[in-house]
């Protein structure tokens, strides 16, 4: 299996309700024990991630449908390999992240305006 260095986060900011991509580098951030991904619009924290052992995190994500904190837990490995992994709210069932790699995420499109209504 084809092993990659980077992983993409899609978001739907919910400070300022725009869509973005960061692309995370395995070399900065996997060795770190927690980290913030931020809205590239706003500034505004999107996800903070917290490594719980050295093989899972701790992903809290700010929800830009109800206001408050999902947590999700990943394995280190589900972070940085996945091709596309979907964390939802529970309560919208509403995508909040999309973490995956480039080819399986394109800018913007995994979201729809109808995530934008309830
Ligand atoms: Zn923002
Ligand atoms: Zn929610």
């Known amino acids: 299996m084809k092993v990659r260095n980077y992983t993409s986060v899609c978001y739907l900011c919910p400070h300022c309700l725009e869509i973005g991509k960061n692309?995370?580098?395995?070399?900065?951030?996997s060795g770190k024990k927690s980290f913030v991904i931020r809205c590239e619009s706003c500034g505004g924290t999107i996800a903070r991630i917290d490594k719980n052992s050295t093989a899972s995190y701790d992903v809290s994500v700010v929800c830009p449908f109800c206001k408050d904190r999902h947590n999700y837990d990943?394995?280190?490995h589900e972070f940085w390999q996945s091709n596309f992994l979907e964390l939802a709210c529970p309560d919208f069932e509403n995508k909040l992240l999309i973490i995956g790699s480039d080819e399986f995420l394109s800018d913007g499109d995994p979201?729809?305006?109808s995530d934008f209504s309830d």
């Open 74 to 76: 990943l394995t280190v």
């Open 23 to 29: 692309r995370l580098s395995v070399f900065e951030y």
């Open 111 to 113: 979201y729809d305006e």
